[in-house]
């Protein structure tokens, strides 16, 4: 009864007064973002890991290079520099081409910078479960005839899957957590929102408690379906010793 006294539960109602909705609303951003610049990255990562393995030397060098900035400098700096800077260079551009100003939307910024972040992790595991793949495996599909694109298919993206899974998710719940960055940007996501409520109100506790159950409450759900997918991939899998 005293925490109750102490506690005003009526804050996080979902109509006014209260902020439950306005919260909510910050945690429907914060995923949209994190699924947008998770997926992203990911196709930046698929891309930097064959242009890697197989890429020419100037392709290497300049993915060497992009992977090693990102991993090297802070996430806030880069968010800072891509949110601001990268919106200033592409208006430059486009004037410079006889066409006016573009105003960019927070979630489209935001899924641009948390994809560049991604991308530069994601190169790495994927370039590193593509070589651990049994060489033995991709030579007796070539041996069989196979084209280069059905050894992708049929041999190489299902072997790598188990050792790229686990990799994958960590930079997935990682996703979830950097959008909470983009708060410095004033983006309207869930930091954003309950750093308002709590201000606003001044039930610091109470708001950031229950934005921090609702991010718990996405890890939970993710680990649900990152375990599920990770036995599925790993079926029929034999660990290499």
């Given at each position: 009864?005293?925490?109750?006294?102490?506690?005003?539960?009526?804050?996080?109602?979902?109509?006014?007064?209260?902020?439950?909705?306005?919260?909510?609303?910050?945690?429907?951003?914060?995923?949209?973002?994190?699924?947008?610049?998770?997926?992203?990255?990911?196709?930046?990562?698929?891309?930097?890991?064959?242009?890697?393995?197989?890429?020419?030397?100037?392709?290497?060098?300049?993915?060497?290079?992009?992977?090693?900035?990102?991993?090297?400098?802070?996430?806030?700096?880069?968010?800072?520099?891509?949110?601001?800077?990268?919106?200033?260079?592409?208006?430059?551009?486009?004037?410079?081409v006889g066409f006016g100003t573009v105003d960019?939307?927070?979630?489209?910024?935001?899924?641009?910078?948390?994809?560049?972040?991604?991308?530069?992790?994601?190169?790495?595991?994927?370039?590193?479960?593509?070589?651990?793949?049994?060489?033995?495996?991709?030579?007796?599909?070539?041996?069989?005839?196979?084209?280069?694109?059905?050894?992708?298919?049929?041999?190489?993206?299902?072997?790598?899957?188990?050792?790229?899974?686990?990799?994958?998710?960590?930079?997935?719940?990682?996703?979830?957590?950097?959008?909470?960055?983009?708060?410095?940007?004033?983006?309207?996501?869930?930091?954003?929102?309950?750093?308002?409520?709590?201000?606003?109100?001044?039930?610091?506790?109470?708001?950031?408690?229950?934005?921090?159950?609702?991010?718990?409450?996405?890890?939970?759900?993710?680990?649900?379906?990152?375990?599920?997918?990770?036995?599925?991939?790993?079926?029929?899998?034999?660990?290499?010793?």
């Open positions: 009864m005293a925490a109750d006294s102490i506690i005003n539960w009526s804050l996080l109602s979902l109509s006014a007064p209260g902020w439950g909705g306005v919260l909510l609303q910050g945690f429907l951003h914060s995923i949209q973002i994190a699924v947008g610049g998770y997926a992203l990255g990911l196709l930046l990562g698929v891309g930097g890991a064959f242009g890697k393995l197989y890429g020419g030397p100037v392709t290497r060098d300049l993915l060497e290079c992009y992977t090693t900035i990102v991993r090297a400098v802070p996430e806030l700096v880069l968010i800072l520099l891509l949110y601001y800077a990268g919106t200033d260079l592409l208006n430059q551009l486009l004037g410079a960019i939307s927070g979630l489209m910024a935001g899924i641009f910078v948390i994809g560049v972040v991604q991308g530069a992790y994601s190169t790495e595991v994927l370039r590193g479960a593509i070589k651990a793949v049994p060489a033995g495996q991709i030579e007796a599909a070539r041996a069989y005839g196979m084209s280069p694109g059905k050894v992708l298919r049929r041999v190489t993206l299902p072997a790598m899957l188990p050792y790229a899974i686990p990799g994958l998710a960590n930079l997935w719940l990682i996703a979830t957590k950097d959008t909470a960055l983009l708060a410095v940007v004033g983006f309207s996501e869930l930091t954003l929102v309950t750093r308002q409520a709590a201000g606003a109100t001044k039930a610091y506790l109470l708001f950031f408690c229950a934005a921090g159950a609702l991010y718990l409450a996405l890890t939970l759900v993710s680990n649900v379906f990152i375990g599920a997918l990770e036995r599925h991939a790993r079926r029929g899998f034999v660990e290499q010793r």
